[in-house]
C-alpha cells in the first residue's frame, strides 16, 4: 500500500500512519462484525473449520505466536465471520458457539466433539475429508481405495443431480438414492476393517470413515446440509496467501482485525460484491447508520444496488 501511495500520489505514508487508519476503520465497522455474528448463530446452520495464523510475540524478541483463526459459515445466508484466538483448544469455538442452537458441521478434529456435546448442537460431519483418506491411501492399497472413490463418485453424482432442488426434494431424493449405496459403504468398512492393518494407510482410512459415520450420515436427515465442508475451506484459503504476503499479524489484537476483514471480503465474494464499492459505501453510512438497521450495510447484493439506484 505504502508503495501505491507513492506511485500514484507521489506521498511517503509511514506504516504506523496505515495503521493508524486501519485501527480506525476496524473500530467504525466493529458493530457490524458484531452483527454478523448475531445473524450466523441465528442461522441454524454452520459449517466451522480453522487455520493457523503467525502473531508477533511482544514478550520473546524475534518470535511469533501460533494462533488460529476459527471460521463459521452461515450457509443459507452467505455471512461468513472469522474469530481469533490464541489457542486451537475448546475454548474458542466454545465461547462463540454458547448459545447457538442448530446443524454444526466439522472435520473430524476432536474439539468438535466436545462443542457437539452441547444441548441443542447436532453434529454433521465431512464426507470430503472421509473420501481424502481413501485417496491418500490409494497408492498403498489400489483395490480397496478404488472401491471407497467409486463410492463417492456416486454419491457427489447424486448431489449434482439434486443441486437446484428445494431442502425438502433433496431430502427425498437423497434418501431414495444415496441412502442405499451409504448403507452399503458402511457393511463394506465394517467387513474390510478386520481385514486391513489397523497403522496401514487403509487402516487408517477406514477406521477414520467408521469413526466419522454417526455424523456423515446425518446428512440424509436434512435437505439444506451439504455433503461436506468444502465451502468454509475455501474461504479459509485466503489466509495462506496472508501468510505468505504479511508473514505474521503484529499483535493478538492486529490478528482480531485482520479476522474482521477477512469476514467482510469473503462475505463479499460470497455475494458476488464488489468489496472496495462494499466497504466505500459502508464507511460512508455507518457513522450516523441506525443500530437497529445495520442489517442493510451487510456486504449483500441489496445493499450495493440500493445505493448505486
Request: glycine share 6%.
Amino acid at each position: 500500500m505504502r508503495q501505491r501511495f507513492k506511485r500514484e500520489y507521489a506521498w511517503e505514508v509511514s506504516s504506523s500512519t496505515i495503521n493508524d487508519w486501519f485501527v480506525a476503520v476496524c473500530t467504525l465497522l466493529r458493530p457490524l462484525y458484531d452483527h454478523m455474528r448475531e445473524k450466523i448463530l441465528e442461522s441454524g446452520y454452520i459449517q466451522a473449520d480453522e487455520s493457523h495464523i503467525k502473531v508477533q510475540d511482544n514478550k520473546k524478541e524475534k518470535t511469533t505466536h501460533r494462533g488460529f483463526q476459527w471460521v463459521y459459515h452461515g450457509v443459507e445466508e452467505k455471512l461468513i465471520l472469522f474469530h481469533y484466538r490464541k489457542g486451537r483448544g475448546k475454548h474458542g469455538p466454545k465461547e462463540f458457539l454458547r448459545d447457538y442452537q442448530g446443524w454444526l458441521q466439522v472435520d473430524g478434529y476432536g474439539v468438535y466433539d466436545k462443542i457437539g456435546a452441547q444441548k441443542g448442537i447436532d453434529l454433521m460431519g465431512c464426507h470430503v475429508h472421509v473420501r481424502r483418506k481413501f485417496y491418500e491411501a490409494k497408492e498403498y492399497d489400489q483395490k480397496r481405495a478404488k472401491h471407497a472413490l467409486e463410492v463417492y463418485r456416486q454419491l457427489y453424482d447424486i448431489e449434482t443431480q439434486c443441486r437446484n432442488m428445494s431442502s425438502e426434494q433433496r431430502h427425498e431424493y437423497r434418501n431414495e438414492h444415496s441412502r442405499p449405496i451409504l448403507e452399503g459403504f458402511k457393511k463394506w468398512l465394517d467387513e474390510e476393517a478386520v481385514r486391513v492393518l489397523p497403522k496401514s494407510p487403509m487402516g487408517n482410512a477406514i477406521r477414520y470413515a467408521i469413526r466419522q459415520w454417526h455424523k456423515t450420515i446425518r446428512v440424509l436427515e436434512d435437505g439444506r446440509l451439504e455433503m461436506d465442508n468444502n465451502l468454509v475451506e475455501n474461504k479459509i484459503r485466503p489466509l495462506a496467501l496472508g501468510r505468505k504476503n504479511y508473514l505474521f499479524a503484529g499483535s493478538h489484537d492486529a490478528a482480531q482485525r485482520i479476522a474482521m476483514m477477512y469476514s467482510f471480503f469473503a462475505t463479499c465474494k460470497a455475494n458476488e460484491v464488489n468489496p472496495y464499492e462494499w466497504l466505500k459505501v459502508t464507511l460512508d453510512k455507518i457513522p450516523d447508520h441506525p443500530v437497529n438497521r445495520l442489517n442493510e450495510l451487510l456486504p449483500t447484493k441489496i445493499a450495493i444496488k440500493e445505493e448505486s439506484a
